[in-house]
């Protein structure tokens, strides 16, 4: 018989090395786990000297640097035992490729014009995949915190240039393009965030409109207005829907321990997805309100131990 021993329990929760000690949001996660007699930590996920195996589980939380070593994240993620969540689904939401996935699979999504740089895109043909009418956003596949993120206006010359210029960048760098219509009911009703853990939806937040115009590019994320918001039923039932298709993609039956789903509006006022974000989401626990976001994070994690 294996005897388990009183050790006290390790959670690393894995953060960047510019917020050491975690996102502010996340840092309340130490004590709710302090309360259920498990130690918690930040550990950053890309210091050389951390032993992962000493971790009962690793929680990805604050890794918002990522983005342009995506390659080597998902290593370390591949080398860390045990992980959430795990390295298969930090592959998969990583790009937002996954988009088409779900909207293959009836999820409504914004429509989106894909550009990969294996096809050599000259800058005319970029140009003609821009839309005619309507701004419009420029963005890479593999982002985060709206980073190299630019809302483009057809009708003036001078932003189209622009746009064809930020599309033709991140091609050259190797880098997949989206071109996406701006949605502008982001400008009067922002971004619903739907947060969910171990499946179960808990709150919302509001996100307020980010882009004014080309790419703003410092800094680690673009500086972001949130309130409280009730999500209705329709954007419930949306956001489910993307997880259900998320999980059945990656042949998963355990839930995913946290999910935040990103919803806009359309024009006729139904939602559909933005961003389905599984790897590093703010879960913006300080907007629950009664939801007990916090505790059910908590509990989700000791169930996992
Ligand atoms: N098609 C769009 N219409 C309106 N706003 C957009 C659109 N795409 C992106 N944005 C804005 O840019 C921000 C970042 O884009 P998003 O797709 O969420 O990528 P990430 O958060 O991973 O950088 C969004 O929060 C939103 O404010
Ligand atoms: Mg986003």
Partial sequence: MTTTTDRQQRVGLATCSVLPDLDPGDR???GALADRGVTAEPVVWDDPDVDWAAYDLVVVRSTWDYSPRRDEFLRWADRVPRLANPADVLR???????LRTLEAAGVPVIPTIWLDPSRHFSKRAVHTRMPAFGDFVVKPVVSAGAQDTGRYQPVSAQSRG???QHAVELLDGGRAVMIQPYVTSVDTAGETCLVF???QFRHAARKNALLTGPRPTAGLYQEETMSAVEATEAQI??????LDVA???LGRTEQFLYARVDLVNQDDGTPM???LELTEPSLWMQYAGDAKTLDAL?????ARL
């Fill in 28 to 30: 309340p996660i130490i």
């Fill in 92 to 98: 998969w939401n990583t790009d937002k490729g996954y």
């Fill in 162 to 164: 622009l746009a064809i």
């Fill in 197 to 199: 853990v171990d499946g």
């Fill in 237 to 242: 039932e949306v956001a489910t829907r993307a």
């Fill in 247 to 249: 999980r059945a993609e």
């Fill in 273 to 275: 997805l933005i961003e």
């Fill in 298 to 302: 908590a509990d989700a994690i000791v």
